[in-house]
DNA sequence: TCCTATGTTGTATG
DNA sequence: ACATACAACATAGG
């Protein structure tokens, strides 16, 4: 589920664990998310340790925390497809899609991914880890603007626009829905090829980018609830999952198709070719 | 049974 | 080297 506003909504939860030590480690025994981490290490440097702070970018999360040592821990999360964050009590038995179970003296903050198609990195030491510093440049930041965007389409010219919005490097935490609400906002159709977008049109795309960005992170990154909220019905994405939806602006039927391998939900009569 | 799923990466080809 | 397209990863739910 998770796309930028999600996975900030989904690090919030571990907030619960601030400040507090970790006194248990439990991992996955055949958990396919460590993909680059050795469980050992992980366990090794974990136990013990303090969560200090929390950050997202892009689609992933760090977690800092300061070994009983003073060492500083940085402790990476993707969410993949399916990942989630929670907070169990302390006594939490690991359930099949458990990954990774930090255990404190009043609750268990748990990594599960059913799907598996999530990451767990680590980086001990005093710098940050390249995999947290080479992130791009988040789309709500100065570097993201009209002239970086256009230089993009430029070079993936032959593209449809819409698997194009799903490239990390230009446009980190953008993923299936928000790709389709910011072409839906923009109108323009998700198989125009990259470069045939007109200046004025790269200025659109840009501005709902940076649109869509702020309200869903308003909406879904900044709630407490206890379920992931929705965005409003004006939006796109009430209406886009299931057959005979129809378009919140024109109130004509929505299509969707496969695009780049993704299925993607356009409105015909704002979105044309 | 078959199809779908809010993601990324490796590989083949141009 | 770069752009492009697509299979592969693994599982659950309709």
Redesign the pocket.
């Known amino acids: 589920?998770?796309?930028l506003?999600?996975v900030e909504y989904y690090r919030r939860r571990w907030d619960a664990g601030l400040h507090a030590p970790v006194t248990r480690v439990l991992v996955h025994p055949k958990a396919?998310v460590f993909k680059t981490t050795s469980h050992a290490v992980l366990v090794r440097h974990l136990t013990g340790a303090t969560l200090l702070s929390s950050e997202a970018a892009?689609?992933?999360m760090l977690f800092r925390f300061a070994a009983a040592d003073h060492t500083p821990l940085w402790l990476g999360i993707?969410?993949?497809?399916?990942g989630e964050l929670t907070v169990q009590p302390a006594a939490h038995t690991p359930r099949?899609?458990d990954h990774l179970v930090l255990v404190q003296p009043d609750r268990a903050l748990v990594f599960t991914d059913?799907?598996?198609?999530g990451?767990v990195l680590f980086h001990h030491g005093p710098d940050a880890p390249a995999w947290w510093t080479s992130i791009a440049p988040a789309v709500l930041s100065p570097a993201f603007t009209p002239a970086a965007v256009a230089d993009f389409l430029r070079?993936?010219?032959?593209?449809?626009i819409k698997?194009?919005l799903?490239l990390?490097e230009r446009f980190p935490?953008?993923?299936?829905?928000?790709?389709d609400e910011i072409l839906w906002r923009a109108a323009i159709h998700p198989r125009r090829?990259?470069?045939s977008l007109t200046p004025a049109e790269i200025k659109t795309l840009h501005r709902e980018t940076r649109f869509v960005a702020t309200h869903a992170l308003r909406i879904i990154g900044s709630s407490t609830a206890a379920t992931?909220p929705?965005p409003p019905k004006t939006w796109l994405f009430p209406h886009r999952?299931a057959d005979g939806g129809t378009c919140p602006k024109t109130g004509a039927p929505l299509v969707?198709e496969?695009i780049?391998?993704?299925?993607t939900c356009w409105s015909p009569a704002r979105q044309t070719l």
């Open positions: 589920m998770p796309e506003a999600e396919g892009a689609k992933q993707h969410l993949g497809m399916t099949k899609s059913p799907r598996m198609f990451r070079r993936r010219a032959r593209t449809p698997p194009v799903l990390q935490g953008i993923g299936n829905w928000m790709a090829p990259a470069g992931l929705d999952w969707r496969d780049g391998g993704r299925t």
